[in-house]
């Protein structure tokens, strides 16, 4: 089976397997783990940020994020197709209090355009508009980066309007390879930012949310609440330590391979494609006939897994463990079927 569900799929190798045996690990909520402290200070670094946070999923680390930037009954800025808003059962509501303004971007990025008429008054019946969140790549947006000036406006315009920003990073490794922004960068444009290490990194566990110490602090504690403290946890540090140093550079291969399927794609008669969304290792595709759903159970029988993103939306998500000759055969399979 060619597993194009999700850049979540990776197994460990056991070249990542020996490594993890080989960490030095402690009791983490002691803040005794050194393979954690190391990893987190290494990562906060590389991003231009004072600390960092490992934590199990990249949905702790956002909602992490939402609730150290903001007050229960504040209001947050998101694009409608947002992780936060849309895959994070409501935790926003739900642990932080505050209420979600979704707002019309394009392929789920936001400009201060988009935002400009958002930001509330400041009146007492009015909710405080407190935080922006962005989200970089975007998932359901196809896998589009944001460019730096297109950052560094928002950025600006999140100042000018006493806005705190949360960047969702759960792919930022692909946006670093499209768009060879230094990673420091993001440090500068955002107050908080969440990275995953189990996407097309390949770790089996792990995100980090990144900030200033002070928030950091602030986070630990709602890790432990949330019951999110891992005492001998460097095992799974050592796994993303090893994904970051070993499969960063790989992502620039998904790319290309997301590319070719997108224009097998472009070539079928019955799909469709917009070839400009296509940034990163998402291809996100339309089927005409068909619903997405009976377009899926026949990828399925030639041995290829995508998933629904719609009633006749498709989302593959390319990973390093899919190469040429799997990328073959599922370009041979949709030009079979949907040509
Ligand atoms: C995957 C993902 C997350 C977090 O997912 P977890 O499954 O909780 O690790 C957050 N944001 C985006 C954009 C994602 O794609």
New binding site residues.
Partial sequence: MIDLR?D?VTKPTPEMLDFMTKAEVGDDVFAEDPAVTAFEQKVSAMLGMEAGLFV???????QLGVKVLTNPGDEILIDQN???FN??TGGAGFLSGVQISTLQGKKGKLSPEDIKNSVRGGFDWEPRTSMLCL?N????GGGVCYSKDELSSLKSFADQNNLKVHL????IWNAMIHTGIEPTFFGEIADTI?V?F??GLGAPVG?MLLSNKENIAKARRFRKMWGGGMRQVGLLAAAADFALDNNFSKLKKDHERAQRLAEAVDGCSNLSIDLNSVETNIVIFDVRNESAVEALAKLEEKGVRMVPFGPNTIRATFHYQIGDAELQKVVDSVKELFD
């Fill in positions: 999700s979540t199990p999923s990249g949905t702790m680390s956002n947002g992780h936060i895959y994070e989200e790549t975007t998932n359901k969702d990073g759960a792919r969440s995953c189990s996407k995100s």
